[in-house]
Structures are given as C-alpha cells and as structure tokens.
C-alpha cells in the first residue's frame, strides 16, 4: 500500500512540473511567475542548471544572514552592504544599462523609494555595468537611490545575493537583522513592488 501511494505522489508531481512547463510553453510566464510559488519553482529550476560558483563564493540562501559584501559606489567610496543599510528592510536590485526590463521597471523601484518612511524600505541597486555606462544612463534617468557597481561574472553581487544564473533584473528582500527574505527573478509590473515588499 505504501509504495501504490509513492507512486501516485510521484506521478501527481511529475503531472504538476509538466503542468507549469505547458503553461510556460503555451502562455508564457505571465501571471505564475508573480506568485511566490512561481518564483520559488523558478529559482530552484535556475539553480539546478546554474554553474558551479568559484570555491569560496558566499551566496545568500532564503532564511538565512546574508553573507558580507562591500561595493564601490558611485562617488568610488567602498559600502559594506550588510552593514550601511542594516536596521530597516532593504530591497536590492541587481541590474543593467543594456537590460531592458531592467530600465523599464526602474520607474516602479523610484516611485517605491519615494513613498517609503524614514523607517520603511531601503532600496539599494547594483548595476552590474561599466561606471560611465551606469554615469551616463543615470544622467538621463530620475534615480535617486543609492547604486552600487559590480562586474557581471560567476561571482557577482548577483550571485552571492541568490542568483546563481544571473538573470537580470533581480532583486532579493532582506529583513532589518540582515536576512534574505524574498527573491525575484525578472521585473516588477506597476505596483506590484509594495505588494511583494510587505512583510
């Protein structure tokens, strides 16, 4: 009798996965992706066909501390991320001046930014970017959160927040004591961004 039941659980899984797959196929990410549920399906998908980090890459796991990080920022001074921003929820978004909706949910992150409290939300992005690539698009564009830089590679910001494929955009919610709440693979539709930062 126990494995008869295994078997259906194995096979009702099996139909489930192959269920998500067609819908992709057939309707496109769409609504599943911004679903908890269908971030977390994504991630772990990304994660099993992700490339080895280099030995010694700390990466952030779900639940737990994120590991220490130090970034220049736009001025060349060095922010340790962890520590710069502890004490409130922050919301980092890991980004691109040639990722196109990574610019096109910029808008969204800005109008967040504004509407937070003293106490609420910080937002932080890192642009994985040459810096007079990043100098010159924010130059055009009405961004007044704090950017960071990095260098897109197999251990970038990205990376050891969580992502181990790099798709851009990304972002991951990290709690006041510093831990990584949320994660999010692709762009924020218009206002959607209070909904998924609420605690």
Request: glycine residues 12%; positive net charge.
């Given at each position: 009798?126990?494995?008869?039941?295994?078997?259906?659980?194995?096979?009702?899984?099996?139909?489930?996965?192959?269920?998500?797959?067609?819908?992709?196929?057939?309707?496109?990410?769409?609504?599943?992706?911004?679903?908890?549920?269908?971030?977390?399906?994504?991630?772990?998908?990304?994660?099993?066909s992700a490339p080895t980090?280099?030995?010694?890459?700390?990466?952030?796991?779900?639940?737990?501390?994120?590991?220490?990080?130090?970034?220049?920022?736009?001025?060349?001074?060095?922010?340790?991320?962890?520590?710069?921003?502890?004490?409130?929820?922050?919301?980092?978004?890991?980004?691109?001046?040639?990722?196109?909706?990574?610019?096109?949910?910029?808008?969204?992150?800005?109008?967040?930014?504004?509407?937070?409290?003293?106490?609420?939300?910080?937002?932080?992005?890192?642009?994985?970017?040459?810096?007079?690539?990043?100098?010159?698009?924010?130059?055009?564009?009405?961004?007044?959160?704090?950017?960071?830089?990095?260098?897109?590679?197999?251990?970038?910001?990205?990376?050891?927040?969580?992502?181990?494929?790099?798709?851009?955009?990304?972002?991951?919610?990290?709690?006041?004591?510093?831990?990584?709440?949320?994660?999010?693979?692709?762009?924020?539709?218009?206002?959607?961004?209070?909904?998924?930062?609420?605690?």
């Amino acid at each position: 009798m126990k494995s008869n039941t295994g078997k259906i659980l194995l096979i009702a899984f099996v139909a489930g996965t192959l269920g998500i797959v067609a819908s992709f196929a057939v309707y496109g990410p769409g609504p599943l992706l911004r679903t908890e549920l269908g971030q977390r399906l994504l991630h772990t998908m990304l994660s099993r066909s992700a490339p080895t980090p280099p030995a010694g890459t700390q990466m952030a796991k779900r639940g737990h501390v994120v590991p220490p990080m130090s970034l220049p920022g736009l001025d060349g001074r060095t922010i340790d991320l962890t520590r710069a921003y502890a004490g409130r929820p922050l919301l980092i978004n890991v980004w691109a001046t040639w990722c196109g909706p990574c610019i096109k949910e910029m808008p969204e992150l800005e109008r967040f930014s504004d509407q937070q409290a003293p106490n609420g939300v910080q937002v932080v992005g890192i642009a994985l970017d040459d810096k007079a690539a990043v100098l010159e698009f924010l130059s055009r564009a009405q961004v007044n959160y704090p950017i960071l830089l990095d260098q897109s590679g197999p251990a970038d910001a990205g990376v050891r927040l969580g992502n181990p494929k790099g798709v851009l955009p990304y972002s991951a919610l990290v709690s006041a004591d510093g831990r990584l709440l949320k994660q999010r693979i692709g762009p924020f539709a218009e206002g959607e961004i209070a909904g998924w930062a609420a605690p």
